[in-house]
């Protein structure tokens, strides 16, 4: 049986809930990030090494498929309050990571987490996807949401700033990456 409703213009199509998926615009789709998306992940983060390679530590460690597949279980099953971990599809090609990372329940923050392949980038991509987190949050006790981005990621920065997010916090010598510990930023934003 397949269930079709609208919620805040955020069409939502399901067969069952494992493979909800959230289409943002005609061209970008969000859909669960599961185990056996590792291959598609593995040859996104290779193509994409670099860029993304500045910015999270991570991306040096998922080298092979079962890296991939650890880099995946990781996330998914973080046990973290109101996490929901998606694949991003750009123009039907799975182009990136969007989460809800956590839901702090005392103070009602929604963390949210991307990440987006180099050949994706500058599509304005995950601007259109933030947009639409107030519907994804609805039935969660979010109020705010927030964004902590390197110093140095001014890309990111960006987005946060877009979003309306406003600079709240800042956690000193947060990463190594290259020899260089960056500051992270916090950014908050209430929905």
Known sequence: MIFSFKLTSITINTHKEEHLHIQIT???KLAPLVESDAADILRVVNLSQVSLGQFLP???GVNNIESAKKYILDRVNSGL???RWFKIYYKDNLSGVFAVKSICPE???AELGYWLSSDAQGNGIISQVITRVPSILKNTSAKVIEFRCLAQ???SIK???KS???LV???PNFVSIGNTRQQLNIYQVAL
Do not use: M, R, Y
């Open 26 to 28: 005609e061209q970008i």
């Open 153 to 155: 990621n001014a890309a």
């Open 107 to 109: 103070l009602d923050i």
């Open 81 to 83: 309050n109101g996490s």
């Open 159 to 161: 987005i946060a700033l």
């Open 164 to 166: 309306g997010a406003s």
């Open 169 to 171: 916090g800042t956690i």
């Open 58 to 60: 991570w991306v040096e």
